[in-house]
C-alpha cells in the first residue's frame, strides 16, 4: 500500500485495524457488519490518502468513515431497521460534524475499553482453542483468512470455516462483549494471555514445515503482548509474558546458523542477540520483581533474564535458574515444567540426577521429553539408550530445522 513518509497505509493498517473494528462491533452489534465497515474505510483511503495525504488521527478518519458508510448501508437495508441498528443511527447522529481528531480524543477511553471487550471476546471460554487463535489474528490483528491459514499450515477453506464458526459460536450462544470483572477477570486473562503465547510459540518453533520460525507470528504475538500490557496496565503477569516473548525474540539472529541448521542456547553467538530487546525485556522483569505480585509468565521472564546476564553459556547461574523453577512449580506443576527443570538440575546435580527425574514423567508422545533424555543419556555415556531416544524423538517432531537437529545429534554418537 502507498502512503506518505515513512508511514504506509498498509503499516495504519495493522496498528489501527483493532481499534476500528473494536468500536465498529458495539455500534453496530454485529462483527461481519463491523468487519465489512473498516474494510471498505481502509479501501476508500487507499483511493483517497495518496492524493490527499494521512489526516492527523488516521484512526479517528477510519472509525468516522466506516461508521458512516454502515450506517448509511443500514439505513438503505430493510432488513437492518432492527433496534440495535437504530441504536447505531443514533449513536451516529449525536456525533455528526464532530472532527476525526475530536472524536479520537473524545472516545479514547472508549476505544481502550471496546479492545478489551473484543479480545476477551475473541478468546472466550466457550470457543475452541484453535477458534480463538484464529479469531484474534484475524479481528485483533488484521491479518487476512489466506495469511493465518499459511502461518499454520492448513487449507484456506479450513481457516475460512473455523473463522466463520467461530464467529457464529459468539452469536448463537451470545458471548457478551464486556470485560470481565471481579475474580472472573483474573481467570479469563489467563486464557487471554495463553492464546496470545501459544501463537508466539508456533511463531518461534513452528509444529511443522521446513522452516524453524514463522516470525510473522512472533510479530503479531508481541504486538499483542504490547497491546495487553497497555490496556491493562496493573496486570503484572501481562507484563511477565511480554517479557518472556521479548527475551526468546532476542534471540532470534543466533538460533540458526548461515546454512539455515537449528543452534541450541548452549551454543548461541551471544553477540548476535538483540541488545535493545533483551534490555527491553530485562527492565519489564526488574519492575515486575518491583510489584512483588509473583505469577507464572514472571517467573519464566526472570529464568530467561538469568540466562541474558551471563555473556557465556558457561556462566549462567543455574543456581539461581533452579530455585527459579521451584518458584514456578509452586504455580504450574505440569510435567513439562518438570522436564525444564531437570535441564537445570542436570548442570547443578549432573546428568544422573536429571535423568532419575526425566524417567518418572508421563511424556512418552512429547519429542522433547526424549531429546532432552536423549542428550542426558549421551551424557553418561550410554550411547546405545542415547540413540534410541534420539530416533524417537525424531519420529515426533514434524519441522525439518529440528529433524536436522536431532539427526546431526543422533549422526554423532556414531
Not at 450462544?173 to 486464557?191: M, N, Q
Amino acid at each position: 500500500m502507498e502512503g506518505t513518509g515513512t508511514t504506509t497505509i498498509e503499516d495504519i493498517f495493522r496498528r489501527e485495524y483493532g481499534r476500528s473494528l473494536a468500536v465498529l462491533v458495539r455500534v453496530l452489534g454485529s462483527i461481519d457488519a463491523a468487519e465489512d465497515a473498516v474494510q471498505e474505510a481502509f479501501l476508500t483511503a487507499v483511493e483517497l490518502w495518496p492524493a490527499q495525504g494521512i489526516p492527523p488521527s488516521p484512526a479517528g478518519w477510519i472509525i468516522t468513515t466506516a461508521r458512516n458508510r454502515a450506517i448509511d448501508r443500514l439505513r438503505r437495508d430493510e432488513v437492518g431497521r432492527a433496534k440495535h441498528t437504530e441504536s447505531a443511527i443514533l449513536h451516529s447522529a449525536q456525533q455528526e460534524g464532530v472532527p476525526e481528531q475530536a472524536l479520537a480524543d473524545v472516545e479514547e477511553d472508549a476505544v481502550e475499553d471496546d479492545r478489551l471487550k473484543l479480545i476477551f471476546t475473541c478468546c472466550h471460554p466457550a470457543l475452541s482453542m484453535e477458534a480463538r487463535v484464529a479469531l484474534t489474528l484475524r479481528l485483533l490483528g488484521g491479518l487476512t483468512t489466506p495469511e493465518i491459514a499459511k502461518a499454520f499450515l492448513v487449507p484456506e477453506s479450513t481457516m475460512a470455516q473455523r473463522i466463520v464458526r467461530a464467529k457464529s459460536k459468539i452469536r448463537n450462544a451470545r458471548i457478551p462483549y464486556r470485560v470481565p470483572s471481579g475474580a472472573e477477570l483474573s481467570d479469563r486473562l489467563g486464557g487471554v494471555l495463553a492464546v496470545v503465547y501459544l501463537i508466539f510459540n508456533e511463531g518461534h518453533t513452528a509444529s511443522s514445515g521446513s522452516a524453524l520460525v514463522r516470525p510473522e507470528l512472533c510479530t503479531e504475538a508481541i504486538r499483542l503482548g504490547r497491546l495487553l500490557v497497555e490496556l491493562m496496565p496493573d496486570e503484572a503477569e501481562a507484563y511477565g509474558l511480554l517479557a518472556l516473548m521479548l527475551f526468546s525474540e532476542s534471540r532470534r539472529p543466533a538460533r540458526t546458523s548461515a546454512s539455515g541448521q537449528l543452534v541450541v542456547l548452549a551454543e548461541q553467538d551471544r553477540s548476535r542477540w538483540d541488545v535493545v530487546l533483551v534490555h527491553e525485556a530485562q527492565d519489564i522483569v526488574r519492575r515486575c520483581l518491583r510489584r512483588g505480585m509473583p505469577g507464572p509468565y514472571q517467573i519464566q521472564a526472570a529464568i530467561q533474564a538469568v540466562h541474558s546476564d551471563a555473556p557465556d553459556s558457561r556462566l549462567t547461574d543455574w543456581l539461581q535458574i533452579l530455585a527459579l523453577y521451584d518458584q514456578l512449580l509452586v504455580f504450574q506443576s505440569s510435567p513439562v515444567v518438570v522436564l525444564n527443570r531437570a535441564v537445570a538440575v542436570a548442570e547443578v546435580e549432573g546428568p544422573t540426577a536429571a535423568l532419575a527425574v526425566v524417567d518418572q514423567l508421563p511424556l512418552g508422545s512429547y519429542y522433547l521429553f526424549h531429546a532432552v533424555r536423549a542428550d542426558l543419556l549421551r551424557r553418561l555415556g550410554r550411547v546405545d539408550d542415547a540413540r534410541l531416544a534420539y530416533a524417537a524423538a525424531l519420529e515426533l517432531t514434524e519441522n525439518a530445522a529440528e529433524q536436522e537437529f536431532l539427526d546431526r545429534r543422533l549422526s554423532s554418537l556414531a
